[in-house]
DNA sequence: GTGGTCTAGACCACC
DNA sequence: GTGGTCTAGACCACA
């Protein structure tokens, strides 16, 4: 996997699997792939994997159970929902306004370029 | 100056002085504030606001005459511009375009909140 | 390690890996020293030593990996002898030219004390 | 005029009114232009004009008379001439030949590109 | 362990 | 006055 540079990789770990719940191919319940696992597939130490389940399960969207590895936590997609929203429309969406704004982006264009993404 | 944690303080400053090329309160040939000054002001080190000039300068937005002080740079507003949307559509906009989808958000909701923004 | 006054300090640290790379003592892909190693090793200040690291990755000659230290880049040989070659024949040269010419110094001469220099 | 970044503007200064002596342009006792007729010719401040001509009074390559100005001191031209073969040999020649043997230079070829520079 | 950022304070050369 | 370099020491995030 690519990471990009300006966030820390063990959050941008969290996204991806965060993801995966969202899109409902990690359901309540399900375990998730071992460190070591999640380490070779995504070419990463292991150490930055940990951190990762350290983070989502603080975060109470997966719990572990002792040596049998960690397991997506009970209401895990609206969880991430909610964070995700609320990180969304405090922080993303007033840069992004003012973004738009200083850099004569027009609205409509947005949409344009949304329908392309889309497709 | 109050500045956010999540990212380097001398960037922060970048940005503000960016700020002020694009909404043309600092023009071509204009004399930054001294290092001194700012740092006295944004209530930094000198050291922090020397870094952000450091860093304008090599992208080639200010430059120095020695003893003198800095200035803005030939064509500054436009590179400040090209780097910025660049760097918003590139990075931000898959970004935010993901969000959105991820989230449910309905475009049209959007646009309300655009113009309540603006207002 | 003993610098020079007339230069920065850094700049002086920077030439000193440049050669460990024209030398190939460090090929591409090498770890170099880290940034406390090589202040201490050196008696400078870490910052210092960081200082100079920024300069050359801003040049492509080395390139960070988080949390694991800096290596040499791919190509860096030439590169480095790129820049110095340029900068050789554009500053150095002219000006050693016109100080043979004003200082009357005979070309032969030189090819002398060359051949007892490398001796 | 023109000034390279790297060395401090009125020893470029001192370089430019040594090479008028060297050439013979200005020869012992002669008026040295003042020093505000030279701060506008060379476009620079006045304060860095007078700073070399006070390094070059110390330097016993020029003298001045109260009230009337500097002038080209006894025995100027080999002053000048020794100073500048004294640091040549010992601080240009030893770089040089560094800069040659690593960016493998061949003498001959240096020898071409002086016939050039020379014609 | 690694890099990266920041502060505090000093000293220098230059204009 | 201006920028520029350096030291000392601290603290943080990351692997």
Redesign the pocket.
Known sequence: ME?RDN?????QIAEFICERILLKQWAVGDKIPSVRELAVQLE??P??VM?TFEFLQQKDIIFTKRGMGYFVADDAENKVKTFRKDDFLQNDLPVFFKNIQLLEIDFEELKGRFEEYKG
């Open positions: 990471f966030k820390a990789i063990y959050l990463v130490n150490n930055t951190r």
